[in-house]
Antibody, heavy 120, light 112 residues
Framework: QVQLVQSGAEVKNPGTSVKVSCKAS????????ISWFRQAPGQGLEWMGW????????EFAQRVKGRFIMTTDLSTNTVYMELRSLASDDTAVYHC?????????????WGQGTPVTVSS | DVVMTQSPLSLPVTLGQPASISCRSS???????????LNWFHQRPGQSPRRLIY???NRDSGVPDRFSGSGSGTDFTLRISRVEAEDVGVFYC?????????FGQGTKLEIK
């Protein structure tokens, strides 16, 4: 079965960076992309960006463009996201989500979420 | 960006009764291939969202048939024929037709 397993919770100081991993299993990794979403406490869902796992093409939300990086490791079926210059409003649960690539599918399977707390 | 507007934002429902959520987009969600990438998600408290419906009206595997989606263009609806206790949580519509993906504000369903 499709599984996306994310790395554990993080606590970071403002101005630093956080890196979260997302390991996929149960499907042909290179046939699908990965999107990242986040959800601040008590708030709705926000899409942050998408990566084509096969060729590395990316799309970004304007709000995080320039400080949000996504990379992919085809040898381990893992996608990484890094968010730099953290501020308190980056405190959220971050989700990796299987998304379209060679196969057209939108956000069908979600990781368990990684809580990131930004606090001094 | 495509603005998604859901209503109502709060939905108290008696067990066994039907429920309906509306979602409107600020632009047509028909993609150049003719498909409409409007999805519905359900999020229980403390859990990750789960996709229920994709491309307006297609139920995901394992989703009970009491959930149905309909609509076209800019106007969409999620219907629950008979609400059950496990339906408590927040329902979101999301468009995947145009970058950036955008969500409705969420509709919180509670049992009366």
């Amino acid at each position: 079965q499709v599984q996306l397993v994310q790395s554990g919770a993080e606590v970071k100081n403002p101005g630093t960076s956080v890196k979260v991993s997302c390991k996929a299993s149960g499907y042909t990794f290179a046939n699908y992309g990965i999107s990242w979403f986040r959800q601040a406490p008590g708030q709705g869902l926000e899409w942050m960006g998408w990566i084509n796992t096969k060729n590395g093409d990316t799309e970004f939300a304007q709000r995080v463009k320039g400080r949000f990086i996504m990379t992919t490791d085809l040898s381990t079926n893992t996608v990484y996201m890094e968010l730099r210059s953290l501020a308190s409003d980056d405190t959220a649960v971050y989700h990796c989500v299987r998304d379209w690539g060679a196969v057209t599918v939108i956000a069908d399977h979600w990781g368990q979420g990684t809580p990131v707390t930004v606090s001094s | 960006d495509v603005v998604m507007t859901q209503s109502p934002l709060s939905l108290p429902v008696t067990l066994g009764q039907p429920a309906s959520i509306s979602c409107r987009s600020s632009q047509s969600l028909v993609y150049r291939n003719g498909n409409t990438y409007l999805n519905w998600f359900h999020q229980r408290p403390g859990q990750s969202p789960r996709r229920l419906i994709y491309e307006v009206s297609n139920r995901d595997s394992g989703v009970p048939d009491r959930f149905s989606g309909s609509g076209s263009g800019t106007d969409f609806t999620l219907r629950i024929s008979r609400v059950e206790a496990e339906d408590v949580g927040v329902f979101y519509c999301m468009q995947g037709t145009k970058w950036p993906y955008t969500f409705g504000q969420g509709t919180k369903l509670e049992i009366k």
